[in-house]
Every structure is written in structure tokens, then in C-alpha cells.
């Protein structure tokens, strides 16, 4: 019987998931957006909304707090200057998951972990020199 027994393991160490869940976490704070897969997102989606709910209380504690969780102290002032303030009308919800298909490699469930508000920015394509024109021609 599983009563009581929520939440994946991630098939990991306490210790392991515990750094997993912390690098997702940074990683989603730092870029806005990440992909991985389904089982995870579940998993960071609840941490992530906690990191956020201690960036909008900004006092020392939840500073402290956050700063113990997140990998690099350049996220967690990002937190705190830009994502939290975002948020501040908001009671819940900051985080979206969204189906990504399946991993071609081992057929594992992938989805988009984001921000809510965030805006995918799309990548500038560089202008091709001469030598590489000539060299896809032939």
C-alpha cells in the first residue's frame, strides 16, 4: 500500500535528489524556461513555487533561506530583484508545465517547466560568410 507516499524518488540517493532538484530549480531561476522530463518537472514545480514565495516575503531570513537552496548567489539575487517582484499580486501559481512529447532516445514522458509571464525570445540567425556558402554548395 502507498497511503502517505507522495512524491517521486527520481530513482536516486535522498542526497542525489536533493541536488537534482536544486540544480532544476537554479537552472529554471536562471534561464526562465527549462525542459526535462515530466517526473521531474512534477517533482521541482513545488520547490520552485516555495523559492518564490520566500523571494516575495524579502526579509534576511527568507534571504538566508533561499540563498542555502539555490546554487549560485547571482540567481538568488535575481530572485529577489526580478522574478519575486513579478509575482507579488499573485497567490500561487508561478510555474506551468507543459507536455513536450517523448525523448527520442528512451521514449521517457518530456515537458517545458517555465515561469509563468515568460516570453520565449526567438534565436538571432547569424549571417553566413562566403566560405560557408561555398562550402554547403558543393
Excluded at 536533493?18 to 522530463?37: K, S
Excluded at 524579502?58 to 535575481?78: C, E, F, H, W
Aim: glycine content about 8%.
Amino acid at each position: 500500500m502507498r497511503h502517505l507516499n507522495s512524491g517521486s524518488k527520481l530513482g536516486r540517493n535522498p542526497w542525489h535528489r536533493r541536488a537534482t532538484l536544486r540544480n532544476l530549480v537554479t537552472n529554471l531561476f536562471e534561464h526562465g524556461r527549462i525542459t526535462t522530463t515530466l517526473t521531474r518537472a512534477k517533482a521541482a514545480r513545488p520547490v520552485a513555487e516555495k523559492m518564490i514565495t520566500l523571494g516575495k516575503r524579502d526579509t534576511l531570513q527568507s534571504r538566508r533561506q533561499a540563498a542555502s537552496y539555490i546554487m549560485t548567489p547571482g540567481v538568488t539575487q535575481k530572485l529577489f530583484s526580478e522574478i519575486a517582484p513579478k509575482f507579488a499580486d499573485r497567490a500561487g501559481g508561478y510555474t506551468r508545465i507543459i507536455s513536450a512529447g517523448i525523448r527520442v532516445g528512451d521514449g521517457a514522458k518530456v515537458a517545458i517547466l517555465e515561469l509563468v509571464g515568460y516570453e520565449l525570445k526567438p534565436k538571432e540567425k547569424k549571417e553566413k560568410t562566403k566560405k560557408e556558402e561555398t562550402a554547403e554548395a558543393s
